[in-house]
């Protein structure tokens, strides 16, 4: 028998447990201890956790949305086309598409919007940023204005022009803007992005949150707000920036996620971290209130979020220790993973018809548009957009998507060679 802290004795008599207080012996709490039966794990999958000792893995295996990948509805593969309609100038490195927004679908007609950069040169890169001048760009979201393109199939795409251009000096954005994501809320449009006043490098990706508004998706764009997610206080984790503003209404107020790099300037760059927060407005203009839990995502790189069930479900890409994880939370804050997915797309924009409709059961995705940027070879460096297809969705069934395993020829994996990777030598 020992007594703990608050002066409370413990006895455990075969298989019960009973607690008495110190002060007054005659009062006893007898309580059971219940033991989970010991049992074999069944030939047959059980549609519940079993009510047995388990290992940890296969505890766990329940807790996701279905004990089987197959049956998973947030697991899917993901399978790209190239789309039709754009010129990049044989590749020469001086036209750029990157970062599309989600796909809104008006009157029949798709529409996006993107980072274009159609410039004299290419890139010098990011660590040639002081060199950079009016028409030599330092990365390939510097110098650039935000596009747009309509599309009736979501494959084939027609360049309609400007959508927002960049600003005259000193205003925000006069340097670039870029990165760009849709929100429609009561009848009007709003296209929120990056506005860069240096060439990106210089200090690193150092940009706020520009939004302009229209009332036809067709333009033309009024200038709303600037720094309307404002960075954090010097010393957290945002202090730097707020990139990929990616816009949901949900709960009846729009949820604004966005991206920043973190532990990394201006002396520990390969020391980075990247994670995702989260700003809440009942206002498009502002003003935007920061979730008191930031961050709300420990991984991945561009924002990708999509209303799911009663929740919001996320994919996380490239960075951190849950990386190439699909996400889920049921209040919008709270993420846990829901399925690993591989070749996932980068900068993924889903067509989301119910990303603004305020809806209480998110039906999910089943296409988008993505990018990749490193259609060129250095120094024609270059990105393009292209199709992604999945199945993320409560209303589509193809089980081509749920294969848990995908086949490719060895030249792919060749590809990723050692090259100057210093090999390791036992002795």
């Known amino acids: 028998m020992k007594t703990n802290p608050i002066g409370i004795r413990v006895m455990t008599v075969l298989g019960l447990t009973v607690l008495s207080c110190c002060n007054s012996p005659e009062k006893e709490t007898i309580t059971e201890v219940k033991e989970k039966p010991s049992g074999i794990f069944p030939h047959k999958m059980p549609s519940e ?18 004990p089987r990948v197959q049956d998973n509805e947030l697991f899917s593969q993901f399978k790209y ?33 993107y980072t274009k950069r159609d410039t004299k040169v290419p890139p010098i890169g990011a660590n040639r940023a002081a060199e950079a001048t009016d028409e030599i760009p ?30 005259e000096k000193p205003n925000s954005g006069w340097r670039s803007v870029a990165t760009p994501d849709i929100l429609v809320w ?14 990106s490098g210089l200090r690193g990706d150092w940009c706020p949150v520009s939004v302009s508004y229209a009332d036809s998706p067709q333009g033309p764009w009024k200038h709303g707000a600037d720094k309307v997610i404002p960075f954090g206080k010097k010393g957290e984790w945002d202090q730097d920036a707020t990139h990929d503003p990616m816009p949901i209404v949900y709960n009846g107020k729009i949820h604004i996620y966005y991206k920043a ?53 996320a994919l996380a890409i490239k960075d951190g220790n ?78 081509a998507f749920k294969n848990s395993g995908v086949y490719h020829k060895p030249d792919v994996y060749f590809r990723q060679g050692i090259g100057g990777i210093k090999r390791k030598v036992d002795e």
């Not at 390939?140 to 600003?167: F, H, K, M, N």
Request: glycine share 8%; with cysteine.
């Open 49 to 66: 956790k079993p009510d047995f000792e388990m290992s940890d893995a296969m505890d766990r295996m329940f807790d996701y949305p279905a």
């Open 81 to 113: 086309t190239r789309l039709q309609g754009f010129d990049y100038n044989n590749g020469d490195g001086t036209v750029s598409r990157r970062d599309p927004s989600r796909p809104i679908k008006v009157d029949g007609t798709y529409y996006i919007y």
């Open 138 to 167: 330092s990365t390939d979201w510097d110098l650039c204005d935000i596009w747009y393109a309509t599309s009736e199939d979501g494959l084939t795409w027609e360049e309609q022009g400007v959508a927002v251009a960049r600003p």
């Open 186 to 199: 009561k009848g009007k449009y709003y296209l929120y992005y990056q506005a860069f006043d240096e060439p």
């Open 261 to 313: 790099a973190y532990n990394k300037w201006p002396d520990i760059r390969d020391k980075y971290a990247v994670a995702h927060g989260l700003a809440i407005a009942e206002d498009p203009l502002g003003p935007f209130e920061k979730h008191p839990l930031n961050p709300v995502l420990n991984s991945g790189h561009e924002t990708t979020y999509f209303p799911f069930k009663e929740g919001i479900a």
């Open 322 to 399: 849950e990386r190439e994880t699909m996400q889920y939370s049921e209040d919008g804050v709270n993420f846990h993973i829901a399925s690993s997915v591989s070749l996932t797309p980068t900068a993924a924009a889903p067509y989301t018809p119910d990303a603004f409709t305020n809806t209480d059961y998110g039906k999910g995705i089943t296409w988008g548009l993505c990018h990749f940027t490193n259609a060129g070879k250095h120094p024609e460096q270059y990105s393009i957009m292209a199709r992604f297809d999945c199945d993320l969705s409560l209303d589509y069934d193809e089980p």
